[in-house]
């Protein structure tokens, strides 16, 4: 078949794997590059077994990197609790590893076969489902270019346009009612002050996690309560998130000098689609099933995405909807799954009033406690 993926990123990548060279395939990526911005992300789930099964967990381990666990701490640098990864490496071995986002796309670009036609600077402007029996689907770019392919796969992650092609009522994210940003940036010293250590603030309402990258670089993440009825993308603007959040950690305030004009800035939210397909049109990933940060494993989720929908085409063989069918019907409920948990988590992630932040200092005791780390990462994974 000829297959149009829409979007170079994650998903879009791993499922080129997947497809090629049985396939002929084009990725459409909008930037002119590989996505440098970035942050660090947790990898474990069903992903890790579908990057065995497409061949880059190997350059993913190798870019990885493994942290002792996260210290809570209050504006004067108090820690009010830490939880440590070992219990989680225990339980899931090699199977959980951090890996610094652009990190994932660069492993599956190492090794992306010869035969994926990769366009950057190819920004897809409207998809069209085929709309009778037999008629393919088309995409149009920016550019005006129309291409004609036998299916397109909409891999242009939470705010997809595919998405509004196939299921309009659904173009909308589902916001989570929070706002995160994130950058990465060179200082040699604050990285060397974090070290192997994770750091998240205690504080109400805001909240600032910072670690190290290397021994040069560190990545700050900055998330805060917003309203959660919102759902348009907010406007990175530096000034005003070193106003917003100054004040939560010395360190904190240390990496917002650091802020560059273009960052990481979205609602964090969900999306979803009663169905993921239409005339030849399908989605994966954030496109289909957004989780948001609070469930950590979108990253996983979307390669063990792009795997199944890669081996259910090739199972279908000639009977390309039969295939779509198959696909939905094995991972709709591991994202479904995933999303509850997500949002089971949002409304502890940061603390609205003192008495609610004992309690989640409470909480965190609770967890530091070895066994039930272990045991709450055993059923993160099954
Ligand atoms: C702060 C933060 C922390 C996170 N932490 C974790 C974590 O710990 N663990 C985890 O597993 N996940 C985490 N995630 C989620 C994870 O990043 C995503 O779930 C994952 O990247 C999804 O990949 P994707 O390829 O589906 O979408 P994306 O990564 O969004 O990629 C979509 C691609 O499509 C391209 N595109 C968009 N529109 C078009 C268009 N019209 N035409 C052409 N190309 C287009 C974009 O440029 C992009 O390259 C985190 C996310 C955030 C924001």
């Known amino acids: 078949m000829e297959i149009l993926i829409v979007g170079g990123g994650v998903c879009g990548l791993a499922l080129a794997h997947g497809l090629a060279p049985a396939h002929d395939v084009t990725v459409l990526e909008a930037s ?3 996505r440098g911005g970035g942050y660090m992300i947790d ?3 069903p992903g890790v077994a579908a990057a065995g099964r497409l061949g880059v967990l190997g350059e993913m381990r190798a870019r990885s990197r493994v942290f002792e666990g996260v210290r809570y701490v209050d504006a004067a640098d108090r820690e009010h609790g830490r939880i440590e990864v070992a219990p989680l490496i225990d339980a899931l071995g090699s199977d959980y590893f951090s890996i610094l986002r652009p990190q994932v796309e660069l492993a ?4 992306l076969p010869d035969a994926v036609d990769l366009r950057y600077s190819a920004r897809v402007r409207e998809v069209h489902p085929g709309a009778r029996p037999g ?5 149009v770019l920016e550019s005006g270019e129309e291409l004609i392919a036998d ?4 891999c242009d992650g939470v705010r997809s346009r595919v998405r509004a092609a196939i299921s309009p009522a659904h173009a909308d994210v589902v916001p989570m009612g ?9 200082d040699p010293q604050i990285a060397a002050e974090l070290g192997d250590w994770a750091m998240l603030t205690d504080s109400l309402e805001r909240t600032a996690g910072l670690y190290a990258c290397d021994d040069r670089s560190a990545a700050l993440l900055l998330m805060e309560r917003v309203d959660p009825a919102a759902t348009a993308r907010p406007t990175p603007d530096a000034d005003e998130l070193r106003a917003r959040f100054s004040g939560l950690h010395p360190l904190a305030d240390r990496a917002l000098e650091h802020a560059p004009a273009q960052y990481y800035d979205d609602l964090v939210a969900q999306s979803s689609a009663p169905a993921w397909s239409r005339g030849g049109v399908t989605l994966a990933g954030d496109a289909a099933h957004a989780v948001s940060l609070l469930a950590g494993q979108g990253t996983s989720l979307a390669i063990a995405g792009a795997e199944a929908l890669a081996v259910s085409l090739r199972h279908a063989g000639p009977h390309r909807d039969a295939g779509l069918a198959e696909y939905e019907r094995r991972m709709r409920p591991v994202a479904e799954r995933a999303q509850r948990s997500g ?3 949002a409304g502890t992630f940061i603390s609205r009033s003192p008495a609610e932040r004992l309690v989640h200092r409470a909480g965190r005791r609770l967890l530091s406690a070895g066994p039930l780390t272990r045991l709450i990462a055993r059923r993160l994974v099954v």
């Open 43 to 45: 990898f474990f789930g």
């Open 108 to 111: 599956l670009l190492a090794a």
């Open 178 to 186: 929070y706002r995160a940003s994130s950058f990465l940036f060179e």
């Open 32 to 34: 002119p590059g590989p």
């Open 135 to 139: 008629e393919r689907p088309r995409a």
């Open 343 to 345: 949002r089971r988590s």
């Open 151 to 154: 299916l397109v796969v909409g």
